[in-house]
């Protein structure tokens, strides 16, 4: 089993629509959570950072984590075709400090249709 | 916010040369830094993490004499491929983290480097 599973997808939306990413963990010890968007032939880049349970939100984002479950989300409201690209879910135990690797998912590749 | 600088984002060179990608971390100080492997439509494998003024901790199955590391200073972290092949032909990404007052956890990435063997 992986640590972290994550849909592949392809995922594809209507504009405007609400889209839902999900990842779940096996590992009890991650207490910090990160999703990142990936644009084709670009690094990723951070989009919301949650540490331990609960809700963030930032503009059209919102993460969630569900530490009972072992499960987290990213809500995007609102989706634009600018939105389209492969989304990452990433975590870490917190222990390490700066060493401290990320495990991640798969990613999940997002097309907004126009 | 943080930012980290790879270069070059592509390169194409021929089979038995060694190529070199240079990763900087541009407004703060990185002890650490990672190296990405990422092939088409897969996620980012973990290479080696890069510390500064020590030798690079290898993941299991990277071969550490086909991908050298070197953190020679506290911005600078540098992955050289040597004697490559096409079959290294790849995506090869860098990250650092940031650990200053306030910042949040988020590892900041490089573009990336496009690798081409031929």
């Known amino acids: 089993q992986k640590e972290v599973e994550q849909d592949p997808g392809p995922l594809s939306v209507p504009e405007g629509a609400i889209v839902s990413l999900n990842c779940t963990y096996s590992?009890?010890?991650?207490?910090?959570f990160m999703w990142y968007r990936q644009y084709s032939r670009k690094g990723p880049e951070l989009l919301m950072y949650?540490?331990?349970?609960g809700n963030k939100e930032d503009g059209r984002f919102t993460a969630q984590v569900d530490k009972s479950s072992k499960y987290i989300s990213l809500f995007i409201r609102d989706s634009q075709p600018s939105d389209s690209a492969t989304y990452l879910c990433?975590?870490?135990?917190?222990?390490?400090?700066?060493?401290?690797?990320?495990?991640f998912g798969t990613g999940t590749l997002l097309a907004v249709q126009p | 916010g943080a930012v980290v600088s790879q270069h070059p984002s592509w390169v194409i060179c021929k089979s038995g040369t060694s190529v070199k990608i240079e990763c900087r971390s541009l407004?703060?100080?990185?002890?650490?830094m990672f190296w990405y492997r990422q092939f088409p439509k897969q996620s980012l494998m973990l290479m080696a993490t890069?510390?500064?003024?020590?030798?690079?901790?290898?993941e299991q199955g990277v071969e550490k004499d086909k991908f050298l590391i070197n953190h020679a200073s506290l911005t600078l972290s540098t992955l050289t491929v040597t004697s490559a092949h096409p079959e290294d032909s790849s995506f090869y990404i860098c990250?650092?983290?940031?650990?200053?007052?306030?910042?949040?956890?988020?590892?900041?990435f490089g573009s990336g480097t496009r690798l081409t063997v031929v």
């Open positions: 990250s650092a983290r940031d650990i200053g007052p306030g910042l949040g956890y988020g590892y900041t």
């Open positions: 590992n009890s010890a991650f207490q910090y």
């Open positions: 949650t540490y331990s349970s």
């Open positions: 990433a975590m870490s135990d917190p222990y390490g400090g700066a060493t401290n690797k990320l495990i």
């Open positions: 407004d703060f100080q990185a002890t650490t």
């Open positions: 890069s510390n500064e003024g020590s030798k690079a901790t290898y």
